[in-house]
């Protein structure tokens, strides 16, 4: 996995090299533009939101039941994974500390534009909380075509991606495409899913201070290896628009036919909206 410092990498190098052709990268100290590096960590979640709450498999959490057992101050219950917060709804007073989102990089980015903050598109920004050991349960495609770009702060995580390409080898499932099913792709029961043996998967840790930008349409999956926090956020511009498109088409059209006409002729309309943005020099 290819690593680069921030201050040797232009956003044109970025865009050619990374964007289009859809590389994956580690980007070390991307993040130091945030006013949350180097800030966010398990005592300083406690002194400020330590009584925020978050739902984790139906129990509810707050901030510092599930830090305290993240880092086994409490050995009662079991860890909760995934632990995360929204940050825009859940912990707002985050949103300037985490100025620009984008990093100088993820740009343009039609998510942050006002014409898909109103509804829902797929898009998340989520403060990641995981305890030792605690992962991913099969590896995954990002829903809607959205480029994922994951800024470690806190802990080492480890992450696992696959090849463009290597879709057959890793059985979506028929019901949802999105996600594998093979139930543990660290030790693949080749009898069952002999495919997988052509498969190249690609592992490697991102550390604190280190953002791992994941394209478009590549699988992939994680695991804390220790105590981790993470802020991930999404990314959508006219080079991934047109499976977004698809994508909010075939997801709404599970709920009848008006919603996806609705849904789409509006992403369509937003859409272009952003192109003319971009053509006037928005990032």
């Given amino acids: 996995m290819k690593r ?3 201050s040797q990498l232009t956003y044109e190098e970025f865009y050619e090299e990374h964007w289009v052709p859809g590389v994956p990268l580690v980007l070390q100290d991307a993040t130091k ?3 949350a590096y180097g800030k966010l960590t398990p005592d300083w979640l406690r002194q400020n939101f330590g009584d925020r709450k978050t739902m984790v498999g139906g129990v509810s959490y ?8 993240v880092e086994g101050k409490d050995t009662s219950r079991p860890i909760p994974y995934p632990c995360k917060y929204d940050v825009p709804t859940q912990l707002p007073e985050l949103l300037p500390m985490l100025s620009p989102l984008n990093l100088g990089y993820a740009c343009p ?11 829902y598109w797929g898009s998340a920004t989520e403060l990641f909380i995981g305890g030792t050991g605690g ?4 590896a995954h495609l990002d829903y809607y075509h959205l480029s994922a770009w994951i800024n470690q702060l806190y802990g080492n995580k480890e992450f696992t991606v696959w090849p463009r390409g290597q879709e057959q080898y890793l059985y979506p499932d028929p019901k949802d495409y999105w996600k594998s099913t093979i139930p543990d792709v660290e030790n693949v029961d080749l009898s069952k899913f002999p495919l997988y043996r052509h498969a190249t998967p690609i592992t490697f840790i991102v550390g604190a201070g280190e953002t791992l930008y994941i394209p478009v349409g590549l ?3 994680t695991k804390s290896l220790e105590p981790t926090m993470s802020i991930a956020f999404d ?5 991934n628009f047109g499976p977004f498109l698809k994508d909010v088409w075939g997801f709404r059209r599970r709920s009848g036919l008006a919603q996806a006409v ?11 909206l952003c192109r003319v943005g971009d053509a006037l020099g928005r990032r």
Avoid at 109 to 119: A, I, P, S, T, V
Avoid at 135 to 138: A, E, G, N, T
Avoid at 235 to 239: D, E, I, K, S, T
């Fill in 262 to 272: 609705a849904y789409s002729s509006y992403a369509l309309m937003a859409g272009a």
């Fill in 33 to 35: 533009v945030w006013g």
């Fill in 4 to 6: 680069i410092h921030a």
């Fill in 109 to 119: 980015n039609w998510l942050e534009r006002r014409w898909f903050k109103l509804g």
């Fill in 135 to 138: 992962k991913f349960p099969y």
């Fill in 235 to 239: 990314l959508l511009n006219r080079q």
């Fill in 62 to 69: 707050t901030m510092r039941e599930a830090l305290d057992l």
């Fill in 219 to 221: 699988w992939h999956t």
